[in-house]
């Protein structure tokens, strides 16, 4: 509790305590914020009150005073129109990128066995068909963005206010989600085995070749890593609500607040998918009496996943605005005193 | 002006203001929606009164959700989501037989939509109290219940569609002629793979446990030891629970290979691969089960203090 005749905002003054008892509420200089903090030894997102019972609150002395909060302890860059880093006028933070998350730049990550015949030296694989190349995997899903920090309940007991106050308590706006990993490429398939010719005598008596084990069919291509889905937008946080408890006479209109719920977090961006493997090369050198080899697949490409739609790894989901706050002014005869 | 609480008495204003107000043993000011007055619940109370009468136990708390008694919200949990996500659509299986040299493959299963989010739990609200006296029987005292709410179960998610199965290979064929006996022409075909069966629906997360509520009592120095005395209850609620992951979609199974017809060579190995089963949600994330819990709530707190004079 902070008890004392006079307390004076100038700049940003942070109040950690959660009553204020002062004769004097007095706001001095260019846009003075009394920014409402963490109770010391609170955890991020438990409720905040702050109960202020000032005989007189005076910003005349003042431009731009206002009241609002910080409770989640982060640096911010303002998303609102006012330049404060306090929370409604920020955006919480990003979830987190999605793991894993494949290089798909130069020498892309490529699943494994990934017989590529640059470095593969044993094209041909067995018969009837060479391996196959290893499927991609998925990338991970982006974390979910942060949820925005609800506003405080702001009590005032006043008998004089003189000037005029913005209580900025709207709720903070839910954090993006975060990006989706990249899927990992698909391997390539493994080379066909060559085709075997025999002979065989025809009823004249004559040889000629025949076929008795076809040319191999290559590996197909392995399939690509699907895509990460970007995490979900983080909930905004919800309006503060603000009680005035006045004696007869005070210009409770010069207290003007914005209570707004805050916004709710976009959907992460999604990852992009990993490309199918390349399909294993057939035998250059196929016998005529052979006919014709049989050509791998190419590995398909992972799918895709963009916001909203039945993607694989789960749809994502904006987050859901916060509710607003609301404003109670009650007439008392006195103010309580300590 | 006297407010007497008798058996369950429900409040729904910010302000409550008396002269004296009393609660009779048993009793319960509920803090709660009015069905007259409609709109939202009070989520924030401010008791101003010169005294305070306690006339046996009694309890404050609140109920925001409206479920039916004897357990209000810090004892009841958000109703659970009910129903299932949809599942994925089965992938197709083409008819017939394939053309040379592999025919179709069976597409693959959709996955299953993630199951509904659970409800969150209410933040309890904050209960100011300012008041000169506290008269208190023996075995009077009260309780200040305004822990956070429990949140709801994640909805079930969708199952993975099957794949699709993978079309039959084409049959070889053959030339002959009366001079050099049957040739094989074009050997049988690769029979076309399964379809990959639909991953798993993600599982809805459970509802977050709401906050705990704030206390404050103000009250004149001979009071407070009794202020002291009472229950205050300010523990956050618990996450709720997730859904139930959906089922992976199987495989699609793979087409057989063409039909073999003499001379043409045998073709083992030339039937269709089963495509892959889905994901399943333990292979996504084996901890799914925590990972997709709801956030318990933040504790709140209570204090209790004494001041000279009352607001009135």
């Known amino acids: 509790m902070i008890n004392t005749p006079l307390v004076t905002v100038a700049g940003n003054y942070d109040v950690t305590d959660d009553i204020i008892f002062c004769d004097l509420l007095q706001f001095v200089g260019i846009s003075p914020q009394l920014v409402i903090r963490p109770v010391p030894g609170s955890k991020v997102g438990a409720r905040r009150l702050l109960k202020i019972v000032a005989k007189v609150i005076d910003t005349t002395g003042s431009t731009g005073a206002t009241i609002t909060y910080n409770l989640d302890n982060n640096f911010e860059l303002p998303a609102g129109n006012i330049p404060s880093f306090a929370d409604p006028t920020t955006q919480t933070k990003t979830g987190s990128d999605g793991t894993p998350n494949a290089w798909q730049g130069p020498f892309p990550d490529t699943a494994s066995p990934n017989f590529n015949p640059v470095w593969d030296t044993l094209h041909a694989g067995p018969f009837p068909k060479a391996a196959d190349g290893g499927d991609g995997y998925a990338g991970g899903r982006g974390g979910t963005g942060a949820q925005g920090m609800d506003g405080p309940t702001l009590e005032i007991w006043t008998t004089n206010v003189i000037g005029g106050v913005s209580i900025d308590l709207r709720g903070q706006q839910g954090g993006n989600g975060g990006k989706g990993g990249n899927g990992q490429f698909g391997g390539t398939g493994q080379g066909g085995s060559p085709g075997i010719t025999g002979t065989d005598t025809s009823w004249t008596g004559v040889p000629y070749l025949v076929c008795t084990q076809q040319p191999g069919q290559p590996g197909d291509g392995g399939r690509g890593g699907n895509a990460g889905c970007g995490g979900d937008g983080g909930d905004g946080g919800n309006g503060g609500f603000v009680k005035i408890f006045y004696t007869s006479g005070v210009n409770v209109a010069a207290l003007a607040t914005m209570l707004q719920g805050g916004k709710g977090g976009n959907i992460g961006t999604p990852g992009n998918p990993g490309k199918g493997g390349a399909a294993g090369a057939l035998e250059t050198t196929i016998p005529v009496a052979c006919g014709t080899g049989q050509n791998a697949q190419v590995g398909p490409n992972g799918d895709g996943c963009q916001g909203g739609d039945t993607g694989k790894g789960g749809v994502s989901q904006p987050g859901s605005p916060g509710a607003d706050g609301s404003l109670t002014t009650y007439v008392v005869k006195n103010i309580p005193s300590d | ?312």
């Open chain 2, 1 to 312: 002006m006297s407010f007497v609480v008798t058996g369950v008495r429900i409040w729904s204003d910010v302000v409550l203001q008396a002269t004296t107000i009393t609660f009779n043993s048993g009793s319960t000011l509920l803090l709660a929606p009015s069905p007259e007055k409609g709109g939202g619940p009070p989520t924030t109370l401010t008791i101003i009164a010169n005294e305070i009468d306690i006339n046996g136990p009694a309890t404050i708390t609140y109920d925001f959700d409206s479920a039916p008694a004897p357990a209000y919200d810090p004892g009841t949990p958000k109703p659970p989501q009910v129903g299932m996500a949809p599942s994925g659509s089965n992938g197709f299986s083409p008819s017939g037989t394939g053309s040379f040299p592999q025919a179709q493959n069976g597409s693959d299963g959709g996955p299953g939509m993630t199951g509904a989010k659970g409800i969150p739990g209410v933040d309890a609200p904050e209960i100011q109290i300012f008041v000169g006296v506290v008269k208190q029987v023996a075995s009077g005292k009260l309780t200040i219940n305004v822990k956070g709410q429990d949140g709801g179960r994640g909805g079930d998610a969708g199952n993975g569609g099957n794949g699709g199965n993978g079309q039959v290979g084409s049959p070889s064929t053959t030339s002959s002629s009366w001079y050099d006996n049957s040739k094989c022409t074009q050997g049988a075909g690769k029979g076309g793979n399964g379809g990959a069966g639909g991953d798993a629906g993600f599982p809805g997360r459970g509802g977050a446990g709401g906050n705990g509520g704030i206390v404050n009592v103000f009250t004149l120095a001979p009071s407070l030891p009794v202020v002291k005395t009472w229950s205050y209850i300010v523990d956050f609620g618990k996450g709720g629970q997730p859904g139930n992951p959906g089922s992976a979609g199987s495989g699609g199974t793979g087409g057989a290979a063409g039909t073999v017809n003499d001379p043409c060579p045998p073709v083992p190995g030339f039937g269709g691969s089963t495509g892959p089963n889905g994901q399943t949600m333990n292979a996504v994330d084996p901890s799914w089960a925590t990972d997709y819990a709801g956030k318990d709530g933040q504790p709140g707190y209570s204090a209790q203090y004494a001041i000279k004079q009352v607001p009135s």
